[in-house]
């Protein structure tokens, strides 16, 4: 067992450790903080299966009861409810009728449908649906995307804090809170317990959304960059050009053929780059190469010519067996992008490791990552979330790829069966969520744990067949769960070793007992946290941090420092990893790291200005 002063020292070393991980990306996210909540319980810092009344709130098992990851796991079936039963995609296409007028009204009519829906449900699957649809009113438009996909991010974060369901970085600060709060009543450190209901944090959020709206009509529109996209070379002329790769066959008329002689020679939509002759480059000038069968042959050139290599005789697209990337015959193959999905099972994988033809029936025929093209040969690279691809093959095989959490659909409103017979009953089912939760919070009804709504909303639409329970299974985010479960328990051991008393005596040393510069150094910390690490994972490590501030400082309502936690948490505008629609928009909208600074910066730092002013007189302490 650890001194006390030895287990602080201990947690200083580990959340430093922690943070770098998660900011290098050494391991997955789930797997760090998980592997922090056994390093407490090794280290003696949080017990397990205590009986002991006193040690019993830091017990680490406790962190799998805690009504914030279920509460979270219950709001993703809901929102998936919404998204099966074609809510969403409804709402959508009435979006697209409406916005495809001119570019201000895009972007007004997009950001306020997004902002209000991400209210309601995980805005993840807003994002995602969505996204598609602005990318083709701007292809049909000549419109450029990346105008729109920043704002179409941004509209779903600051969305998500007008309640307390609409992003899990209120629900994880709000469980926090309240079980907190109700130990220290317990303790005698506390008159009362403190709880957040449904609409608490509406008015500041509804103030952050109207300001996004304005700056970004403003300000935010002129510093939006003009990028291509990935969507722009299905249809543009002037389009980014792709590398691809071929092969000259056995019985190729190519064969003995010098270039200049050749039809390649001649193509006005694609070119040869060079020729690879026993996976060696020939160093002869082009114009001198004489074809040989089996040659490789690397071409770069927009779609439509790169299309077009398929049809040359004895060419083969990507065609050595090894590689298992045979090719797809034009005529009868579909083009579509996408991008990898946060939870893909390609992801870290290269295709020669996936054997990608034969595992799925298509072919990558371009990978761009970051608004890049990828220069070396593609089949060695390690995909990873956010790549936007281009995959061609036959309707059948996409469908299905598309079906799957591999791929998100960039092309076209994705193809599945819906039951938009069941779309009443999962409107009703998060209506009567939200009603219930309003009338608890003014005291109408009996007090009821949120939670308990919410597993109630979840079977409701689980019997009702909105959603099957093997979909309910895979709308689960279990990195989420598992990193809310794992930060849990580090926010336990700090609080219990005692660090988490020494940084809010450090903080009340220099802020002193200026309302407003505590607010405004809490939320300050937490914004800048959350770019580079997971929003849960801030709002898991700071809400108890501003829990034992309120305590030191005698507040007996720590519910201001803690809506400081959860906007500030999810106030992620200066980069692209450190909330994940960011990431989405990021590949789709062919963005560059800064282009996030650049339009983010002034927003993050007029709302961290707003908040500081507004969250001690919404709620004064």
């Not at 160093?283 to 004489?290: F, G, I, K, Y």
């Not at 089996?294 to 065609?319: A, P, Y």
């Not at 990978?367 to 281009?390: A, M, P, Q, W």
């Amino acid at each position: 067992m650890l001194e006390p002063w030895q287990q602080e020292i201990f947690l200083s070393i580990l959340v430093c450790g922690v943070f770098a991980a998660l900011m290098r990306e050494w391991l997955s996210v789930e797997l760090v903080a998980i592997g922090a909540l056994f390093l407490c319980v090794v280290a003696g810092i949080l017990p397990v299966g205590t009986s002991d009344p006193s040690l019993m709130r830091y017990d680490a098992l406790r962190v799998f009861a805690h009504p914030a990851p279920i509460m979270v796991a219950c709001m993703f079936i809901l929102s998936a409810a919404l998204d099966r039963t074609g809510v969403v995609d409804a709402l959508g296409h009435q979006f697209e009728r409406m916005a495809a007028v001119s570019p201000m009204r895009m972007l007004f009519v997009l950001m306020l449908f997004v902002a209000l829906l991400s209210a309601f449900m995980n805005n993840t699957p807003v994002v995602v649906v969505f996204m598609p649809i602005v990318i083709s009113i701007c292809r049909k438009k000549e419109w450029k995307a990346s105008k729109y996909l920043i704002p179409l991010s941004y509209a779903s974060i600051v969305g998500g804090t007008m309640t307390i369901i609409g992003t899990s970085t209120n629900l994880v600060a709000a469980g926090i809170l309240r079980e907190s709060t109700a130990a220290l009543v317990n303790e005698g450190k506390m008159k009362a317990v403190a709880t957040l209901s449904m609409f608490d944090v509406t008015p500041l959020g509804v103030v952050f959304v109207v300001v996004t709206l304005v700056y970004m009509l403003t300000l935010g529109r002129k510093l939006l960059p003009d990028r291509v996209t990935l969507a722009s070379l299905i249809d543009s002329e002037q389009s980014r050009e792709f590398i691809t790769h071929a092969f000259v066959g056995q019985d190729s008329a190519l064969a003995g053929t010098v270039f200049v002689e050749s039809g390649l020679a001649k193509m006005r939509k694609a070119r040869v780059l060079e020729v690879l002759r026993a996976g060696e480059r020939l160093t002869q000038p082009l114009n001198e190469v004489v074809f040989e069968g089996g040659d490789e042959i690397v071409f770069k050139g927009q779609v439509e010519g790169l299309m077009g290599l398929s049809e040359t005789e004895g060419i083969s697209l990507r065609g050595e067996s090894d590689l298992g990337l045979e090719g797809v015959r034009t005529e009868s193959a579909l083009l579509m992008e996408g991008i990898i999905g946060p939870d893909s099972s390609l992801a870290g994988k290269s295709l020669r490791e996936l054997n990608f033809r034969q595992r799925f029936g298509v072919i990558i025929l371009a990978v761009h990552r970051r608004g890049k093209n990828l220069r070396e040969r593609f089949e060695d690279v390690k995909l990873s979330f956010g790549d936007t691809i281009l995959v061609q093959g036959p309707a059948e095989k996409m469908r299905q790829l598309f079906e799957m959490r591999d791929f998100i659909n960039l092309s076209e409103s994705k193809g599945r069966v819906l039951r938009p017979r069941r779309a009443p009953v999962a409107i009703a089912a998060i209506g009567i969520f939200m009603v219930m939760g309003a009338l608890i919070g003014f005291k109408v009804l009996p007090e009821i744990p949120v939670v308990v709504l919410a597993m109630g909303g979840a079977l409701l639409v689980l019997l009702t067949g909105c959603i099957e329970p093997k979909e309910a299974y895979r709308a689960i985010d279990w990195k989420v769960i598992f990193l809310i479960c794992g930060m849990l328990g580090l926010g336990m051991a700090i609080d219990r070793s005692g660090l988490a008393a020494r940084f809010a005596g450090a903080l009340i040393s220099v802020v002193g007992d200026n309302r407003f510069l505590l607010i405004g150094a809490i939320y300050l910390t937490a914004m800048l946290l959350t770019e580079v690490i997971s929003n849960n994972a801030v709002a898991a490590l700071l809400t108890p941090l501003a829990i034992a501030v309120a305590v030191q400082m005698g507040i007996d309502d720590p519910r201001p420092l803690v809506i400081a936690v959860m906007f500030g948490a999810s106030a992620s505008f200066m980069t692209p990893i450190g909330y994940q629609t960011n990431t989405f928009v990021y590949g789709a909208g062919g963005y560059r790291f800064g282009d996030f600074m650049r339009t983010g910066a002034p927003l993050a730092v007029i709302l961290w200005l707003v908040a500081t002013c507004l969250i001690p007189v919404i709620w004064p302490f």
